[in-house]
């Protein structure tokens, strides 16, 4: 059996009725109101895509040790790492990750956040990790 599927007019409930409902009133299952089965000129929108989201509460980040802790009138600075950075230019590997992780960390940067922004090609995916470190103290002007 051949049915219609249109939209309430008062709250924009998708509705669906038997063809041989067309031009009868019913009233709305959503909000009550009358409405009239008609063809619709545009088709119902369809259900938006559930995406599953990832539970970030699962990830742990380290915490800063505690005496960048006791640091915090200082100012930070910012750096981002990504796949595109030069170090990986001659391709990306985890172990290329991990050695640059480590070489930042021995020189004061931590990990602040992992950003998986998309895929810009639709094929690989890109990451993004930002590192946070302490500003060094500019030298005096007669340290110079």
């Avoid at 509705?15 to 959503?30: H, T, V």
């Avoid at 796949?83 to 391709?91: H, K, L, P, Y």
Wanted: hydrophobic share 35%.
């Amino acid at each position: 059996m051949a049915r219609i599927q249109f939209r309430c007019i008062h709250c924009n409930a998708a509705l669906e009725q038997p063809f041989e409902m067309l031009g009868q009133l019913i009233d709305c299952p959503s909000c009550g109101e009358v409405v009239e089965v008609q063809k619709s000129h545009k088709l119902p929108r369809p259900p938006q895509p559930v995406t599953p989201r990832r539970d970030l509460r699962k990830l742990k980040m380290p915490k800063p040790p505690q005496s960048a802790r006791r640091q915090s009138s200082k100012q930070r600075e910012y750096k981002v790492l990504a796949q595109s950075d030069e170090r990986f230019a001659d391709g990306f590997s985890p172990a290329k990750l991990e050695d640059a992780l480590n070489a930042f960390a021995a020189t004061g940067w931590h990990v602040v956040s992992v950003l998986q922004p998309g895929a810009s090609d639709g094929v690989r995916e890109l990451w993004m990790i930002i590192l946070s470190r302490f500003k060094s103290p500019s030298p005096a002007k007669g340290d110079r």
